[in-house]
Nanobody
């Protein structure tokens, strides 16, 4: 019922910025939260950030705290991830997904889409 499509990735220099978008179709009001995950080659998928749809409460992984900001539009049909001060270790495919409570567990629901590639390299 909920479909999420990621976009906005690309190649950026260390210290640069990107904004990822997660476009939602379906009734987002039926879901608790939307989160961003990432997976680098040869590494396990990890939770990056998520936002609770009812009140905008957010969670950030320690590795991105202070550099990334998650937000939604007023209709809650798009979830953004503003990524600043990017580091080479941020290089990964980024995915969004519905998230189960509590926020900090970053437990995804539903199927994964294609994701969007973020490459940070000098």
């Amino acid at each position: 019922q909920l479909q999420l499509v990621e976009s906005g990735g690309g190649l950026v220099q260390p210290g640069g910025s990107l904004r990822l978008s997660c476009a939602a179709s379906g009734f987002t009001s039926r879901y608790y939260a939307i989160g961003w995950f990432r997976q680098a080659p040869g590494k396990e998928r990890e939770g990056v950030s998520c936002i609770r749809l009812t009140d905008g409460t957010t969670y950030y992984a320690d590795s991105v705290q202070g550099r990334f900001t998650i937000s939604t539009d007023n209709a809650k049909n798009t979830v953004y991830l503003q990524m600043n001060s990017l580091k080479p270790e941020d290089t990964a495919v980024y995915y969004c997904a519905a998230v189960r409570p509590p926020l900090a567990t970053m437990t995804p629901l539903g199927s994964w889409g294609q994701g969007t590639q973020v490459t940070v390299s000098s």
